[in-house]
């Protein structure tokens, strides 16, 4: 099977600008998250979405938002960009399979630069 | 406030020792834990996982042991090789279905 994907792989934005960042799950998977990482602080929590829901969210602003379309590709979207937003965004499918053990299967990431 | 703490930002091991990372949580409500392997440019990839029903499981060269009444797991690789050499992600999650909280996580060098 295909891995996840992420288009784009790096990006260079300017403060104020938008951004909208895309992920494909591995076929059969419906469930996909986001997550942010930065230097030191790990991997945020951004939010998840299954069969085109959103099932949680993390502690992020309503600058970040999201979607999902009915094929399980997801997107997410930041507004009015700030410094601060500089990061790696990971996207991860899981199949969400309650009788197999709760993994998630990362894509490679985009490089977000906001200048 | 972090519930997912990997207090070693960096390991050194020598090649064919044992490496012993290590992550503390916080939220007695964890019920599942992950570990992750991430390399430069490379989004991270499932290593392990342990239910807190257990409190060992073992793949391979890979070993996690949990110990709910510390709030503690470790991940020992016995030997360690080169290739090891990335950065390792503890994750916990409260309730099936509920999203991983992420450690920071610890840079493992295994010098040959």
């Known amino acids: 099977k295909a891995g996840v994907t992420q288009t784009p792989r790096y990006l260079i934005k300017t403060r104020g600008q938008q951004v909208t960042l895309s992920c494909s799950p591995i076929?059969?998977?419906?469930?996909v998250s986001w997550y942010q990482q930065t230097p030191g602080q790990g991997l945020q929590f951004l939010f998840e979405?299954?069969?085109?829901?959103?099932?949680n969210k993390g502690n992020f602003p309503g600058r970040f938002s999201g979607r999902q379309f009915s094929n399980s590709r997801s997107e997410m979207n930041v507004s009015t960009l700030e410094l601060g937003d500089s990061a790696l965004y990971l996207c991860?499918?899981?199949?969400?399979?309650?009788?197999?053990?709760?993994?998630?299967?990362f894509g490679p990431g985009t490089r977000l630069t906001v200048t | 406030d972090q519930q997912v703490k990997q207090n070693s930002p960096s390991l050194s091991v020598q090649e064919g020792r044992i490496s012993i990372l290590n992550c503390d949580y916080t939220?007695?409500?964890?019920?599942?834990f992950l570990w992750y392997k991430k390399y430069p440019a490379e989004g991270p990839t499932f290593l392990i996982s342990?239910?807190?029903?257990?409190d060992k499981n073992e793949d391979g060269r890979f070993t996690v042991f949990l110990n709910k009444s510390a709030k503690h797991l470790s991940l020992h690789i016995v030997p360690s090789q080169p290739g090891d050499s990335a950065v390792y992600f503890c994750?916990?999650?409260?309730?099936?279905?509920?999203?991983?909280?992420f450690g920071p996580g610890t840079r493992l060098s295994v010098l040959p």
């Open positions: 991860a499918s899981s199949p969400l399979d309650p009788f197999s053990p709760y993994e998630q299967y």
């Open positions: 939220n007695s409500m964890f019920d599942y």
């Open positions: 979405y299954f069969s085109e829901t959103q099932r």
């Open positions: 342990i239910s807190s029903i257990k």
């Open positions: 994750a916990a999650r409260a309730t099936y279905g509920q999203n991983f909280v």
């Open positions: 076929s059969g998977h419906r469930s």
